[in-house]
T-cell receptor, first 113, second 113 residues
Framework: QQQVKQSPQSLIVQKGGISIINCAYE??????FPWYQQFPGKGPALLIA?????SEKKEGRFTISFNKSAKQFSLHIMDSQPGDSATYFC????????????FGGGTRLMVKP | DTEVTQTPKHLVMGMTNKKSLKCEQH?????MYWYKQKAKKPPELMFV???????INESVPSRFSPECPNSSLLNLHLHALQPEDSALYLC????????????FGSGTRLTVV
């Protein structure tokens, strides 16, 4: 059972544009929603994360929007740059399960110059 | 030191070989993890160590044998692997099992021939 569904699988954006990646979850016990960025040959790196008591969190060009009632959250990358080209994974975890991460399927982002 | 260091970065091994992957962190983290990542897929949890004790084994075949000699070091011993075991093996750590902040290593790219 895929508990976190991520879309799209791949995304091409022009430099300066907005990249939007969406995730939906099923388990209402999840209480932590991180986004990871992974470059080829590297491990995932935490980009930004949000808790369900907040509807939006912004860090630089990266913003998470969270909709608790719809059980959805999304990553917005403003002013996308070629250096943002990477694979992005959303994830979710719940405290009473030792905070194990459940990953979405991933989105391969390409930002064209 | 805020890194998780994995060695070797690349490994090619035959199906009859025995090899080991090494993971090291000096952040004082007491929870350490092994993940397996196939191409274009999210990481899959293999093992969890908490305070040097194995706490989760996600039904991983016995040809993978984890070891945690001390709080800074995690090994993954490999024996009689199959070509389908070729993948990126990631180590991760976090302060303990109830905190949220995972730090991933860059991984070992394993090829079984």
């Amino acid at each position: 059972q895929q508990q976190v569904k991520q879309s799209p699988q791949s995304l091409i954006v022009q430099k300066g544009g907005i990249s939007i990646i969406n995730c939906a979850y099923e388990n209402t016990a999840f209480d932590y929603f991180p986004w990871y960025q992974q470059f080829p040959g590297k491990g995932p790196a935490l980009l930004i994360a949000i808790r369900p008591d907040v509807s939006e969190k912004k860090e630089g060009r990266f913003t998470i929007s969270f909709n608790k009632s719809a059980k959805q959250f999304s990553l917005h990358i403003m002013d996308s740059q070629p250096g943002d080209s990477a694979t992005y994974f959303c994830a979710a975890s719940k405290n009473n399960a030792g905070n194990m991460l459940t990953f979405g399927g991933g989105t391969r982002l390409m930002v064209k110059p | 030191d805020t890194e998780v260091t994995q060695t070797p970065k690349h490994l090619v091994m035959g199906m009859t070989n025995k090899k080991s992957l090494k993971c090291e962190q000096h952040m004082g983290h007491r929870a350490m993890y092994w993940y397996k990542q196939k191409a274009k897929k999210p990481p899959e949890l293999m093992f969890v160590y908490s305070y040097e004790k194995l706490s989760i084994n996600e039904s991983v075949p016995s040809r993978f044998s984890p070891e945690c000699p001390n709080s800074s070091l995690l090994n993954l011993h490999l024996h009689a692997l199959q070509p389908e075991d070729s993948a990126l093996y990631l180590c991760a750590s976090r302060p303990d099992r109830v905190s949220y902040g995972y730090t991933f290593g860059s991984g070992t790219r394993l090829t079984v021939v």
